[in-house]
């Protein structure tokens, strides 16, 4: 659903996208496998500011696990989604600088 939302025009502002971004931040975001916190991201940054709590979320979920562990398609992904949100993520951040060093 959020996917459909994020990719078919006019749908991003529609009630039902906020609201199934609002039920991403009520779940829990642990038992998700990474590919499916990479596609919610990619999916949540194009809502604009209904999806932006939830794509917090979903990427501290990632950076909580340790990014390392990802694949390099998902880390990617994930980076892409928020800078495409143009949100602070420090949990991205950090992990950049890491990978810096």
Known sequence: ???AAAHVEGWHSERFAAAAAREVQRRNVTELSA???CTLAQSLSRL???GHRALKKVTDEAHR???GAFAPRDRSAIILALAKARLPNTAVHQ????CAE
């Open 65 to 67: 696990r340790g990014f």
């Open 48 to 50: 604009a500011s209904p």
């Open 1 to 3: 659903l959020l996917w």
């Open 95 to 98: 992990y950049l600088r890491e």
């Open 35 to 37: 590919q499916d916190l």
